[in-house]
């Protein structure tokens, strides 16, 4: 189990995270989602110690986690830009990650590396923006570690490449179980790996929930837009698009069955919500 | 693997070819100055001695700018990577203080051998030896825990506190230098006993490697030094 108790992140006057509370039970895939400064990379920092909490604890399997070599070294954090100094070649970014990880699979790393199509005698420096993210995902990846945390992996990665990493992740996710946090902008793309949900705003945690638990919080109405209005009117939307005399709404509010079979009758479709818009609704309405 | 095995590794490539290159440029130097006087002085006291301790600088540099970041985010924690250092420092500088006399030793029975040995070369002795040694180990790890300390202020703080930073980091290499520096003779152009200098000098190399610690011991691992 993964526990921050009021955890807190300032920099100087500016508070990035403020008071989160959050139990992680092992194991699992989950997605952090947050807007643009909304301090997810602050949070992570403080699970991964790559800083301490301005106040509040993180513990990992009853262990505080901060300076605790037996977590550290279990705790992989890969974030969007990659720690590496540019005059290292990959080759000897894998090597040095063989020495200190201790479940580093060598080989697994050189699948990868294959299959991003990296050059391992190239340069930190000399790799594009979305080579450096894909040897990021293979330094994540292969280093099998029990808890893995990437931030933003995916920057600059083409849709293949993308495509590679959530496979290859939900593949040696099945193969090794762990625990991954993935904090990512492009929900639509991964919502489907999360088994639950983070979401922070203002550096606050909004919400914690099972990814189905999510989705089935919501539904979307499409039909003909008199029709919806009439059966959305009073609950509270998400969102809505129109096309010629057709219209989808999507509600955060989860109708009964009697109301569905309703609404059918009337011509209407009920579709499940995405978590994107969720996470839209519920950061736009905290502003 | 332990951070230290791991600094030995990284660091072999840079090491040896350096020690290689200084022990070739004395061998240069001196048998340039040889063709036209005989050394009343030793070439690698100047090299060794003197120029020497600016790479062991730049070494605790890079160990901060470099390698703090990359052994924490590869499990390594951050006393961990300070132990490491530590060990790994001392076993460089007990190496170098070593290297000294030896060279000097070496490079004076081949000057005695071509006959190209001055009057005013410092001929070693066994005391001057571990004269020498005792001189360069405390520069050694003065140098090393000034260049990590200058390093830290500005991979911590702002560039206004860095510099303030650097001031107090530079203390231990100027202290060794002021009591325990070589000139080309071997001799110590210092105000105190030797007794009285190292201990001065191990005192002030022992109060900053502690400020480092503790400004190292929980520093947040950033994207990019400084």
């Not at chain 1, 697994?108 to 340069?123: E, G, H, V």
């Not at chain 1, 609950?235 to 009964?256: C, I, N, Y």
């Not at chain 1, 569905?260 to 995405?274: D, H, I, K, N, S």
């Not at chain 2, 230098?177 to 007794?195: C, K, R, S, T």
Request: charged share 20%; with cysteine; proline share 5%.
């Amino acid at each position: 189990m993964i526990e921050l108790r009021d955890v807190s992140v300032r920099y100087g006057s500016t508070v990035a995270v403020e008071g989160v509370d959050l139990d992680l039970p092992t194991g699992k895939i989950y997605g952090l989602l947050g807007r643009n400064g909304s301090g997810k990379t602050s949070l992570l920092s403080a699970l991964a110690s790559f800083r301490r909490p301005s106040s509040g604890t993180v513990r990992v399997d009853g262990q505080d986690a901060f300076e605790n070599p037996a977590v550290m070294r279990q705790t992989c954090f890969i974030r969007d830009t990659l720690d590496t100094n540019d005059s290292d070649r990959v080759r000897r970014l894998m090597t040095f990650a063989g020495w200190m990880r201790p479940h580093w699979d060598a080989d697994y790393a050189a699948k990868l590396l294959d299959l991003f199509a990296i050059d391992t005698r190239k340069r930190a420096a000399s790799l594009s923006r979305g080579q450096k993210s894909a040897v990021g995902v293979v330094l994540g990846l292969a280093a099998r570690a029990p808890l893995t945390i990437l931030d933003e992996t995916y920057l600059g990665m083409d849709a293949v490449a993308r495509a590679v990493f959530y496979r290859e992740l939900l593949a040696d996710y099945l193969a090794h179980p762990r625990t991954i946090i993935l904090s990512t902008h492009l929900i639509e793309e991964v919502a489907d790996l999360f088994e639950r949900v983070i979401v922070i705003d203002r550096g606050r945690l909004l919400l914690h929930e099972e990814t189905d638990e999510l989705r089935g919080r919501g539904v979307t109405v499409t039909g003909p837009a008199a029709t919806v209005d009439t059966f959305v009117a009073g609950h509270p939307v998400l969102g809505e698009q129109s096309l010629g005399g057709m219209r989808a709404v999507t509600l955060d509010w989860r109708p009964e069955p009697a109301e569905v079979a309703r609404g059918e009758a009337a011509g209407l479709t009920f579709g499940p919500v995405g978590v994107q818009d969720m996470f839209i609704h519920l950061t736009e309405a905290n502003r | 693997m332990s951070v230290t095995r791991a600094l030995f590794r990284l660091y072999r490539p840079i090491v040896l070819p350096f020690a290689v290159i200084l022990a070739v440029a004395d061998l240069i130097a001196t048998v340039a100055v040889a063709q036209f006087n005989d050394l009343g002085f030793s070439m690698w006291m100047v090299l060794g001695g003197q120029a020497a301790k600016y790479w062991i600088l730049t070494i605790g540099i890079m160990l901060v700018v470099m390698h703090l970041r990359q052994f924490v985010v590869n499990g390594a924690t951050r006393h961990e990577f300070l132990a490491g250092t530590a060990v790994f420092g001392m076993v460089l500088a007990v190496a170098w203080a070593i290297a000294i006399p030896l060279g000097h030793g070496i490079e004076s029975a081949l000057l005695d051998a071509f006959g190209r040995r001055g009057p005013g070369y410092p001929v070693p002795t066994a005391g001057g030896a571990l004269r020498e040694f005792g001189q360069q180990l405390p520069i050694s790890l003065a140098y090393l825990v000034s260049g990590a300390t200058i390093a830290t202020g500005f991979y911590r703080w702002r560039p206004p506190i860095g510099l303030v930073v650097m001031v107090g980091g530079a203390v231990p290499a100027v202290v060794a230098d002021w009591q325990l520096g070589f000139d080309e003779w071997g001799g110590i152009p210092n105000n105190l006993p030797f007794a009285a200098g190292l201990a001065l000098s191990l005192a002030t190399t022992g109060l900053v490697a502690w400020g480092l610690h503790r400004a190292v011991s929980d520093v947040p691992i950033r994207r990019t030094a400084g």
